[in-house]
């Protein structure tokens, strides 16, 4: 099972950034997959959560509206769409196999939301 997740960055307040995680190893499109993040100094949040079939979401209230996960089954693709960025986005994102983030994680991708 691998996980390698990109598209993280430096980005001001109120900008976008879209995450990328490409995974190998195992049937992708049969697994629920969960984006999670740990901020400087804090415990792991749970962010996103998506089924195999990418039509069944859920979110954390922190994130509600401003964040969208998608998957691409075909190219074994998870996806984080990030819009209206907070400071307090700020935070190594891991996407996991499984609900919760609870599976095997990636090694992350830094963001950072500052002016």
């Known amino acids: 099972v691998q996980l390698v997740e990109s598209g993280g960055g430096l980005v001001q307040p109120g900008g976008s950034l879209r995450l990328s995680c490409a995974a190998s190893g195992f049937t992708f499109s049969i697994y629920s997959m969960s984006w999670v993040r740990q901020a400087p100094g804090k415990g792991l949040e749970w962010v996103s959560d998506?089924?195999?079939?990418?039509?069944?979401?859920y979110y954390a209230d922190s994130v509600k509206g401003r964040f969208t996960i998608s998957r691409d089954n075909a190219n074994h693709t998870l996806y984080l769409q990030m819009n209206r960025l907070k400071p307090e986005d700020t935070a190594l994102y891991y996407c996991?196999?499984?609900?919760?983030?609870?599976?095997?994680r990636g090694q992350g991708t830094q963001v950072t939301v500052s002016s």
């Open positions: 998506i089924n195999g079939g990418g039509d069944t979401t």
């Open positions: 996991a196999r499984g609900l919760g983030g609870v599976g095997v």
